[in-house]
């Protein structure tokens, strides 16, 4: 089996040559390869929770830079490091209770004890709530505490056997957590993988009996809500824009002729003439930013402004790999990025447009296929994602619930003296 450092490398090969096709299955391999660098990390007896943290963000750090424009890898990575900080925040806070309940039995027996404080469940979940998120760690202030509550050594022997059994607590607690950890990371793992289930799902309860929906280009998510509400009997028909210069419409149209649906192909200069008929716009996203704005495939700003214009509902599918915490405005968010002209026409045919000018030194034709529009919030009526419907409004509370906020900088600490 090849050690770690080889998974990531290839995995950097395979992210800068864009040999992954979809956020999905980005999401998962990166996921994946996060867990194999927090099951190899050896973790000291203090500060455990900290050791994972930066092994993971040494490793995220080259993932994101690898494909910047990918962000579900950078969202991934996040996602990770806000479940070591709370089952790091868990495993302390139980402890720490524990603690409590075993200073409230040696205070009953022992009348000497009265003057040591019991911490409070709530001070306890305060405490470990504000240290998790900076050095020291809930881990260090947690084998600080019995020094100050401990009861006076009656003998060396005594003295040596608690050492013995802080010892063995000290490394029991490193293997919990990290086993909690990749139990969390699993967990995560499989969420990504059935999140097109789990959002199609809710199809039923959107798309009604003889309307008419509309989608641009090719998504499996969409594919596959569609077909569900399909499965329950629903008769509906749908209108695919072709999604140019890539035509992934053609691919969609083909698969749902293919599953039983009416649909209708179109062009995507098509849209505000059949707009009309719409009932309902259903999109696939690339990424939710943390405002609520979407980044989409390039063409379907130009459909939320149609849908705006006649008051056709505007709905957005994405898993909750796709939710990202950051702002389209924060520097570290590539918003685009421009693919191959080659896709827009042929170099053989536009040979002698492609010419220098004289004495110019540039050509005289310039081509820009752009990858991504970006949607703003006000243009999306509905986001359904793998936990239900939100709007665009709530979607940086749900965001919030994902990530730490001193994990939106994928960045190692400095080390000391450097």
């Known amino acids: ?79 990770v490091l806000h479940i070591i900080r709370e089952e790091d925040l868990s495993l302390t806070t139980a402890a720490m209770a524990g603690l409590n309940m075993s200073t409230v039995s040696d205070d009953e027996d022992d009348d000497e004890r009265d003057n040591h404080p019991v911490l409070s ?12 998120l900076r050095p020291p760690s809930l881990q260090t202030l947690l084998e600080d505490m019995p020094d100050a509550a401990a009861v006076p050594h009656t003998s ?55 309307e008419v929906i509309l989608t641009l280009g090719s998504s ?12 329950k009997k629903r008769s509906f028909r749908v209108f695919v824009a072709e999604g140019a210069p890539r035509y992934q419409g053609h691919l969609l149209a083909k698969e749902l002729v293919a599953r039983g649906l009416q649909t209708t192909l179109i062009t995507d200069s098509a849209v505000f003439a059949m707009i009309s008929r719409v009932n309902m716009v259903i999109v696939g996203a690339h990424a939710v930013m943390a405002n609520g704005g979407v980044i989409a ?34 520097p570290e968010v590539l918003l685009n990025e421009l693919r191959s002209p080659s896709e827009l026409l042929d170099f053989g045919e536009f040979s002698d447009c492609m010419d220098f000018g004289s004495g110019t030194a540039s ?31 709530y979607m940086y509370r749900l965001i919030a619930d994902y990530y730490s906020a001193d994990d939106l900088v994928v960045q190692r600490r400095p080390a000391i003296g450097s």
């Open 1 to 79: 089996m090849p050690d770690v450092h080889s998974l990531v490398n290839d995995f950097l090969i395979k992210l800068k040559k864009r040999n992954i096709e979809g956020s999905q299955a980005t999401a998962k391999l990166t996921a994946e390869l996060l867990r194999s660098v927090i099951s190899s990390q050896r973790v000291p007896y203090t500060n455990q929770a900290g050791a994972l943290i930066d092994a993971v963000k040494a490793v995220g750090e080259q993932l994101i830079a690898a494909n910047p424009i990918e962000l579900a890898v950078g969202n991934i990575v996040r996602r």
């Open 121 to 132: 469940a709530a001070v306890v979940a305060a405490a470990a709530a504000r240290s998790t």
């Open 156 to 210: 060396s022997s005594g003295g040596d056997s608690e050492e013995k059994t802080k010892s063995a607590d000290k490394s029991s607690r490193s293997r919990k957590l990290k086993h909690d950890v990749i139990e969390a990371v699993n967990e995560l793992i499989q969420d990504i993988g059935t999140c097109h289930e789990q959002i199609a799902e809710q199809a039923v309860e959107h798309i009604h009996q003889n």
């Open 220 to 231: 499996k998510t969409v594919l596959e809500f569609l077909c569900a509400a399909n499965e």
């Open 297 to 330: 495939p390039v063409g379907l700003n130009m459909v939320a402004l149609a849908a705006q214009r006649h008051a056709v509902p505007f709905v957005v599918l994405a898993g909750s790999h796709k939710l990202c915490p950051l702002y389209p405005h924060n």
């Open 363 to 393: 050509p005289l034709l310039h081509v820009v296929n752009p990858t991504f529009d970006y949607v703003p919030p006000k243009l999306v009526s509905l986001f359904i994602t793998d936990t239900g419907g939100h709007n665009p409004s």
